[in-house]
């Protein structure tokens, strides 16, 4: 869910949430991208009940309780729907939310949750808003999660992406270096290391959908013949 409603969650949703989106597609998933206003609760739910996603982006600003979306003043992700994400993998790119949010999400049986416990601070270009080196590559590092790696696997490599951006910027830039040294301290896996994505779960559901596609299909024509059948009989 890519909320975009002011500068920050502009940049988080169309800098750096798409390099997630197309890497997940390469690798042949299928991809529900609930984008500004269809990032709502409405939309999510929907969603979870037409399919059984495995892993669930959240991307926008935060609060220790909740993810703000689509607009300031409503929410994607609280406390009040954290059921919602029973047997999922979730990933949270937004401030605070590991201090409340994750754990609430865990307890109402969620696999893993990756949220940042303290601020999320993104430094970009002043003119094009891209985000410096290091940033975007850090936080859409859990992405490895499509390659079926656990749960505790995918944390270690982003921790290791911010080791390696963090090492480069502290011989260019020590500010941004510290900028990135407090996103890693801050970002924290809850739930199951051992979770990952389940491939004969994710064929399964694609085989459902196919299953369901020409069902529908099959139902249509054979409700056409249906109603031919009495003319041609006339003739």
């Known amino acids: ?26 690798r042949s998933y299928l991809v529900e991208d609930l984008y500004k206003e269809r990032a709502n609760k409405t939309e999510l739910l929907g969603n979870f009940l037409r399919r059984y996603p495995l892993v669930v982006w959240l991307a926008s600003h935060g609060f220790e309780d ?12 609280d406390l009040a729907n954290t ?8 990933v949270i790119n937004a401030c605070l939310t590991g201090r409340k949010l994750a754990p609430a999400m865990v307890e109402s049986g969620a696999k893993a949750v990756f949220a940042f416990v303290d601020l999320l601070t993104l430094r970009v270009d002043a003119n094009t808003y891209e985000p410096l080196p290091g940033f ?25 992406e911010y080791n390696k951006w963090i090492d480069f910027w502290d011989k260019e830039d020590p500010t941004t270096a510290d900028v990135l040294r407090a ?16 491939l004969s779960t994710y064929v399964f559901m ?19 013949v ?8 006339r003739g």
């Open 1 to 26: 869910m890519r909320a975009d409603f002011d500068l920050v969650s502009g940049i988080l949703s169309t800098k750096i949430m798409p390099d997630v989106i197309d890497y997940a597609r390469k």
């Open 66 to 77: 909740a993810v703000i979306g689509p607009e300031e003043g409503q929410t994607i992700a």
């Open 83 to 90: 059921v919602w994400f029973n047997g999922k993998i979730v």
């Open 136 to 160: 975007k590559e850090c936080l859409t590092k859990p992405k490895v999660l499509y390659d079926g790696v656990k749960a505790k696997d995918a944390y270690d490599a982003t921790i290791a």
């Open 183 to 198: 996103d890693r301290d801050a970002f924290m896996m809850f739930g199951t290391g051992e979770s990952k994505i389940a």
């Open 206 to 224: 694609g085989m459902t959908d196919i299953f369901i596609l020409a069902f529908i299909v099959l139902y249509g024509i054979l409700q056409s």
């Open 226 to 233: 249906r109603a031919i059948m009495p003319l041609l009989r």
